[in-house]
């Protein structure tokens, strides 16, 4: 299956094959990967990207590939995730995005952030949508409060 979901700027789609350099190299920028485990491999990446379209076919959603409308150049992921592995809040249904860093400050995952839950509540009926960070990660806590999240006691954001 594939998904497509464009807002005024961006286009959400499946993962293709072309798009593995590009989201390599996004993960290797050190801006980027600040507060994850560090850079991705391409063999990770690879990885990745079947995941997340396997997510797709059977979720009918997924972290997806975001480009810029425009231009058609890949600016990272924006999506939706099923999630359970040991956490407060799961399983659960996640938001989340990562772009490259020349693409911050731009708009860009407020505006497929609120595509992606829209999508989520209206297409695929979910009840629940959340996103988690460390709390060092401001630019991410301004863009779960921007596309309206709420903090819950456990800090934890969500939309319901």
């Not at 391409?42 to 972290?63: C, K, S």
Request: charged share 25%; proline share 2%.
């Amino acid at each position: 299956m594939t998904t497509i979901i464009t807002t005024e700027r961006l286009i959400l789609r499946t993962w293709q094959e072309e798009d593995e350099e590009a989201y390599f190299q996004i993960n290797q920028d050190l801006k980027v990967i600040e507060f994850l485990a560090g850079p991705m491999t391409r063999e990770q990446v690879h990885h990745f990207i079947q995941v997340a379209n396997n997510a797709n076919d059977q979720y009918g959603y997924a972290l997806w590939a975001t480009e810029l409308k425009k231009t058609g150049e890949l600016i990272g992921f924006i999506g939706l995730r099923y999630i359970d592995w040991e956490l407060p809040c799961s399983p659960a249904v996640e938001i989340g995005w990562r772009l490259g860093s020349q693409y911050w400050g731009k708009g860009y995952a407020t505006e497929g952030a609120k595509a992606a839950l829209a999508y989520g509540f209206e297409q695929c009926n979910l009840l629940e949508i959340v996103s988690f960070t460390v709390p060092a990660n401001l630019r991410s806590i301004r863009v779960m409060e921007r596309i309206g999240l709420d903090r819950d006691v456990k800090k934890r954001f969500y939309a319901s």
